[in-house]
């Protein structure tokens, strides 16, 4: 057949110009420079976006650690000197109320039902620990300072840490055993100095940390007079809380309880409004 | 058969001299090395923006949630306030809605955020850091200065002190007094809204953004007429 002639003389061309390759074979340097072509490529892209997150990342890199996330959901752990403590939340007292708490300044345990404004809040004189503990619950981080150890520039670079950002206040603890006490719902970290760089790891690992703190997405808003007042805040009480006081495991009194099912409920008088 | 020959054929070729054998090793090196190479350029540029899964830490998404967040988080502070103290119908009707509609897109940008497997606040206290492109350099924010990228205060947001002259008011002056920090407030948070309306990567991101774009526009001039309705002048407007 024609075509099946025509294909063995093909091949036998091809084995002869293969013959003659191999005694002569040329430099494949098409392949070589395409290849190379792919590595400078591919390499130049690589590296460019590598070094260019790098150095975004660098920045952070200092808090990364302290970053919380599902795989290190309290990086307060990694942090030295924070005291952990287990506390039961919603328990609520009076603003008249005291509460015996177990840790000077307290970060957790009963509070008052009004929790402090902790938006950035920066409160000049002590306020009533009562209220700033339902902020721990909300999230915040407060941080607590001696008036007698922290002042002026000392004083500056924790107030930068408050003003203009959110879930988050101090204020003056006269009777304070450090310079400087953070706390975060069921976390406390006292030091020495303002200086102290566990500071912003603290701040970076708890605040509104949402594996931390008790009431997801709570408020830091106050209502102000009659309820929290941030410009005139009921203040710290340093006296003994006294026998009165609400004990650390106090649960508020249960609602009265209302009328049985199927029991119609008492109905006004007529005539007895007044 | 025919295939049989053509291999006897190729296999009947002279074995490879030395030199070629160097130069088959190179280019196979060179081979692996172009394929790992496109392997790991391939998987970087999926773990960029706009790749899938969560976006990075320092992508226009997750900064516009989490400044936005907190923008919002001012304006439903201030709404609140409004809402209880003033006693002005249509002034505690636009409170109303601003505080209830900015708290439920805070909540759903928190929610966005947890699912990203990313932190509620901005780290290292500063804002809009995320804002790189020449929108933003040109107003001044975002990431103008690679040292100490970001602000620390974003446009439009009150300060302490005027938060607290507004608490102290009552009345006309209260209700004038809301409705100007309000309406500066909305004027500032357009940049951002802008931006991530334009390089946000997740969609519903970009939805969001438009949403806000459009719906705190008509505000805006709600918010403007109701001040003036009330012989207010509105502030100047943020940088």
Redesign the interface.
């Known amino acids: 057949m024609a075509s099946g002639k025509n294909?063995?003389q093909a091949?036998r061309n091809?084995?002869a110009a293969?013959?003659a390759a191999?005694?002569k074979?040329p430099?494949?340097w098409g392949?070589?420079a395409a290849?190379?072509a792919?590595?400078v490529f591919?390499?130049g892209?690589?590296g460019f976006?590598?070094f260019q997150?790098a150095d975004?990342?660098a920045?952070?890199d200092a808090?990364a650690p302290f970053?919380?996330?599902?795989s290190n959901q309290d990086p307060s752990k990694q942090i030295k000197g924070v005291v952990f403590k287990d506390y039961k939340p919603q328990s609520h007292v009076s603003p008249a109320d005291r509460v015996a708490y177990d840790q000077s300044p307290a970060f957790g345990g009963p509070h008052d039902g009004y929790w402090a404004a902790c938006?950035?809040?920066?409160y000049e004189r002590p306020v009533r620990t009562e209220n700033m503990v339902h902020s721990l619950e909300h999230g915040a981080v407060w941080i607590a300072y001696h008036p007698d150890k922290v002042k002026d520039d000392d004083l500056d670079a924790l107030k930068k840490?408050v003003?203009?950002?959110?879930?988050i206040m101090m204020s003056p603890y006269p009777t304070l055993d450090s310079a400087v006490s953070l706390q975060s719902w069921g976390r406390q970290l006292k030091v020495d100095s303002a200086d102290d760089e566990r500071i912003?790891q603290f701040i970076?690992a708890l605040?509104?940390?949402?594996y931390t703190y008790p009431e997801l997405?709570a408020s830091c808003?106050a209502?102000?007079p009659g309820a929290f007042d941030?410009?005139n805040p009921p203040p710290f009480d340093a006296t003994p809380p006294g026998p009165d006081a609400k004990p650390m495991n106090y649960e508020p009194p249960a609602p009265p309880p209302s009328g049985q099912p199927g029991q119609p409920q008492p109905q006004p008088q007529p005539g007895s409004g007044g | 058969m025919a295939d049989q020959d053509a291999a006897a054929e190729i296999g009947s070729d002279q074995p490879p001299a030395e030199t070629s054998t160097a130069m088959r090793v190179l280019v196979i090196s060179v081979a692996v090395l172009a394929v790992l190479l496109l392997g790991a350029a391939g998987g970087l540029l999926l773990g960029l923006p706009g790749g899938r899964g969560a976006p990075a830490s320092n992508s226009v998404d997750v900064g516009f949630a989490q400044d936005m967040s907190v923008h919002h988080r001012q304006a439903v502070q201030m709404a609140g306030w409004a809402r209880d103290h003033s006693t002005d119908q249509a002034v505690r009707q636009i409170a109303f809605d601003i505080e209830t509609s900015q708290l439920g897109q805070v909540g759903r940008m928190e929610g966005w955020l947890g699912l990203w497997d990313k932190p509620e606040l901005p780290a290292s206290g500063k804002y809009m850091k995320w804002m790189t492109g020449p929108e933003a350099v040109a107003h001044g924010h975002g990431a103008t200065n690679p040292a100490d990228p970001g602000v620390d205060v974003m446009p439009g947001m009150y300060t302490q002190q005027e938060w607290q002259r507004l608490r102290s008011l009552s009345g006309r002056e209260l209700d004038v007094a809301f409705l100007q920090l309000m309406l500066r407030h909305h004027q500032g948070g357009t940049q951002m809204m802008e931006y991530a309306a334009k390089y946000a990567t997740n969609p519903q991101v970009k939805n969001l953004a438009q949403s806000m774009l459009l719906s705190q526009g008509k505000e805006t001039q709600t918010l403007r007429t109701l001040l003036t309705a009330r012989g207010g002048q509105p502030l100047p407007p943020p940088s």
């Not at chain 1, 938006?119 to 920066?122: K, T």
């Not at chain 1, 003003?163 to 879930?167: A, E, L």
């Not at chain 1, 605040?207 to 949402?210: A, I, K, L, P």
């Open positions: 294909s063995k091949r091809a084995s293969r013959a191999a005694i074979k430099k494949p392949l070589v290849l190379v792919i590595v591919a390499g892209v690589f976006v590598y997150q975004k990342q920045k952070l808090l970053t919380p996330s599902q938006m950035g809040n920066v840490r003003v203009n950002q959110q879930f912003d970076h605040r509104r940390n949402q997405n808003d209502l102000g941030p410009d």
